[in-house]
């Protein structure tokens, strides 16, 4: 059994920082996949930026230069480092997993930019 909660949202202005957390239960078998996705209200959820357990990692160009994903495996923890955040930003922030076949998402956490 996985879960994955995530926390770290909340109301921050423009140019600020965030760093979202996702923590882990369970067991992940390797090799796997971790993505950060996001929705904004009346949009698709959208993959922001993703990381395998090879090292890889890609971003959409909207956030590149500015969103890094990192893991801390001691502490069963992935994170999304948000610099200089813009409005546009604003959005439902969620976490994903990809093992062993399986897919796993977070409950999600609230990031709102104000201009």
């Known amino acids: 059994q996985v879960q994955l909660v995530e926390s770290g949202g909340g109301l921050v202005q423009a140019g600020e920082s965030l760093r979202l957390s996702c923590a882990v239960s369970?067991?992940?078998?390797?090799?796997?996949?971790f993505g950060w996705y996001r929705q904004a209200p009346g949009k698709q959820r959208e993959l922001v930026g993703s990381?395998?357990?090879?090292?890889?990692?890609n971003y959409v160009d909207s956030v590149k230069g500015r969103f890094t994903i990192s893991t801390d495996n001691a502490r069963n923890t992935m994170y999304l480092q948000m610099n200089s955040l813009k409005p546009e930003d604003t959005a439902a922030y969620y976490c994903k997993l990809s093992s062993a076949g399986r897919i796993y998402w977070g409950q999600g956490t609230q990031v709102t930019v104000s201009s």
């Open positions: 369970g067991t992940i078998a390797s090799p796997f996949g």
């Open positions: 990381l395998t357990s090879f090292g890889d990692t």
